[in-house]
Each structure stands twice: as structure tokens, then as C-alpha cells.
């Protein structure tokens, strides 16, 4: 099976929208699956790296690396052993990929990851350059803001007028929305190929926030207001 997936990140926080085209934009009945998994790699020396559990080890736990992947600082455990944060960044979205593919029993074939908007230039171009290094050549890879994620489910759900989705978490309408901006991606023209994760990486551009309507007025309120006050001090009012 053709999997669609949307990967929201933050520093403490992974969420994942994966399922078909169909069921991502909505034209089938139901919502895509949803995950959302602390941003804490267990990863010890002799195993493959997964999602840390309560129980495990804290020498083995790394945390706190999404935001720091342009840092040339390694990412202690409590035992002080370090990775970098790019490679902790690289193995954290697949674990993601990985694990959807082995628990849906299908192939990741187009990814959009959204970002906090405020990252800087070098932060997303790590962030590329860790996406390219953690699909499949069969994947196709796009790097959003949050901000062009949210807006785009947003622009959805004010179309389709389902209010009741103005009920969840900024987290998964970024997730979702970076779903639904993948599964328009796996009808695009094939674009250059980033030299460094040598397969097709693309940016797409951020939608102005204006584009949040009415019909979601209760997260206006306060993530999609705090989303509007970022968006205008990085110069886009």
C-alpha cells in the first residue's frame, strides 16, 4: 500500500499523520492515523535506535536534539555520552518512517515535514539534508514551516466546513496539513536533486496566515494567534 505521511516536530514533540491520498485530503470517510511520540531517542550502543519508553535507561536516552540541529555540540545522555544532533535528527524521522511502513504494512511514498517557524536557514537546511539521509530513494522528501502546515489544513477544513476539527491540537492540524501538502507532492514534476541527500528535497513556500478563516475561530484564539505574532515578526505582515 502507497502510504502519504506528515511529520509535525518540535523539541519535546513528534506527531504523524500517515495514511492514503484518499483518506489524507479527506475525499474518503475518516481521518488519517495519528501518532505522537515524545522526541526521545533510546539508543544504545549495540541496538538500533527507537522511541524511548519510560523503563529504559537514561544513559542511553537522548532528548532536547530536534532544535539543535545546526549545533556542532553533541547531544549528552546521563552518562554523557554523545551524538550529534543531526544524526539524532536523521534517526529520529526514521524511526518515524519506519515504523508507520511496518505498523500500516505499506511504503512511505511522499513525506512533508513541518518545522517551528522561527528556525533559521541553517536549521532547515540541516533538516533537509537529515530528511534526505532517512528515506528511501523511492521517497519523495518536502521541508515546510508549521505556519504553511496549519494553513493548509485550515484552508481545508473552512472548504470541506468541518468546524469540529478547530478542536485539536496545533500539533496534529500541522501534522495533517504537512500530510495533505505530501500527498499533492507525489503528483509533482520530479524537481533538482539536493547534492547532499541526493534525492529530490524540495521547500515549499509558507502560506500567509490570513488564510485562517472563520471556521476556526477557537484555535484563534491562541496557537494560531501566537502563530500570527511569529509569522509577522519574521517580516511577513
Known amino acids: ?25 479527506g475525499s474518503r470517510p475518516g481521518p488519517p492515523h495519528l501518532s505522537s511520540h515524545p522526541a526521545r531517542l533510546y539508543w544504545p550502543a549495540t541496538a538500533a535506535p527507537r522511541w524511548s519508553r519510560p523503563a529504559d535507561n537514561p544513559d542511553d536516552v537522548y532528548g532536547h536534539f530536534l532544535t539543535r540541529i545546526a549545533d556542532l555540540t553533541a547531544v549528552r545522555t546521563a552518562s554523557g555520552r554523545g551524538r550529534a544532533p543531526h544524526q539524532l535528527v536523521t ?19 511522499s513525506v512533508t515535514i513541518a518545522h517551528p517557524p522561527h528556525w ?9 539534508r537529515a530528511a534526505g539521509r532517512a528515506v528511501g530513494a ?13 494553513s493548509r489544513c485550515v484552508r481545508w477544513s473552512a472548504q470541506m466546513g468541518t468546524a469540529d476539527l478547530v478542536a485539536d491540537h496545533p500539533s496534529f492540524l500541522g501534522a495533517w496539513g504537512a500530510a495533505m501538502l505530501a500527498a499533492t507532492a507525489v503528483t509533482r514534476v520530479p524537481v533538482p536533486t539536493d547534492r547532499t541527500a541526493r534525492r529530490p528535497v524540495r521547500t515549499a513556500p509558507a502560506h500567509h496566515m490570513a488564510t485562517i478563516t472563520h ?22 505582515a
Open 1 to 25: 500500500m502507497r502510504l502519504i505521511m506528515g511529520i509535525h516536530l518540535t523539541d519535546d514533540q513528534v506527531v504523524v499523520v500517515t495514511g492514503t491520498a484518499a483518506s489524507v485530503a
Open 91 to 109: 534517526a529520529a524521522l526514521h524511526v518515524a518512517i519506519d515504523g508507520t511502513e511496518r505498523s500500516d504494512h505499506g511504503h512511505v511514498v
Open 120 to 128: 533559521s536557514a541553517e536549521q532547515i537546511g540541516m533538516l533537509r
Open 138 to 150: 523511492t521517497t519523495s522528501v518536502s521541508v515546510v514551516s508549521e505556519c504553511a502546515a496549519i
Open 215 to 236: 471556521p476556526m475561530r477557537r484555535i484563534v484564539d491562541s496557537s494560531v494567534a501566537d502563530l500570527r505574532l511569529r509569522w509577522n515578526a519574521l517580516g511577513h
